[in-house]
């Protein structure tokens, strides 16, 4: 059986829909925890911003590996049996929360201060200029390294097999294992992570483009002139 028969059989789309699936909930509870966790890193309160760093500093200074270990084999001990997709989601995204933080931070930072001056000259809440001036123009600045941060945790996922989660690379190493036909499996495995990896691209990519205001206010000018004006393709002005 060659690699393209093996990735479109029963056992490795499976595979790929929960790779799928444990790829995107992972992401966004660590985009949904990384933006909490910018905002504490923000707070007066010196002793909350020492407990953010606190964990990005443990997070990110230790192996992605290691933690998913650690919450598989140490929740049980403390009364916490848990499947091991919903192990690997935990493990995955608590170690995405600290890579997203700094990014948000850093988007957050990017937004120019004379923008927060004039939302509170018109009179906006700390919590409408978040909302309404800050965020939507630090998505623009954050989009491009959640992208990167899409398609890292597409490929990290494939620790998760390590706790026994039915993902494509168990699903390989299983079929290599009974049938010893290492590249066709593993080839099968390869080609559905390089259909992720292109699906979140382009979905990004899309997402990216609708974000762009240039590309949007071209496209308006170019859809609805000014009155008095002519385009090149404009008969009048030949």
Request: charged letters at 15%.
């Amino acid at each position: 059986m060659g690699f393209l028969d093996k990735a479109l059989s029963a056992d490795f789309l499976t595979a790929s829909l929960l790779t799928f699936a444990l790829t995107v909930l992972s992401m966004a509870l660590g985009i949904a925890g990384g933006m909490l966790l910018a905002l504490v890193k923000g707070a007066p309160f010196a002793p909350l911003r020492w407990l953010a760093d606190a964990y990005i500093w443990f997070f990110r200074g230790t192996p992605v590996l290691l933690q998913l270990i650690f919450v598989f084999n140490v929740l049980p001990l403390w009364g916490l049996s848990l499947s091991p997709f919903t192990c690997a989601v935990i493990a995955l995204s608590l170690n995405e929360v600290a890579y997203m933080a700094e990014i948000v931070r850093g988007g957050l930072l990017g937004v120019d201060k004379g923008q927060r001056t004039a939302a509170h000259m018109l009179g906006l809440s700390e919590t409408g200029i978040l909302r309404w001036v800050v965020l939507p123009q630090a998505t623009r600045l954050i989009l491009p390294p959640t992208g990167n941060q899409f398609i890292g945790m597409l490929k990290t996922s494939a620790l998760a097999s390590v706790v026994s989660v039915q993902d494509l690379m168990l699903t390989a190493q299983r079929q290599a294992a009974a049938d010893f036909d290492y590249v066709g499996s593993l080839g099968a495995a390869a080609v559905h992570y390089l259909v992720l990896t292109t699906v979140f691209t382009l979905a990004l990519r899309q997402v990216e483009r609708r974000l762009d205001v240039n590309r949007r206010a071209s496209a308006r000018r170019a859809k609805d002139p000014a009155p008095g004006c002519t385009t090149a393709l404009d008969p009048a002005a030949r």
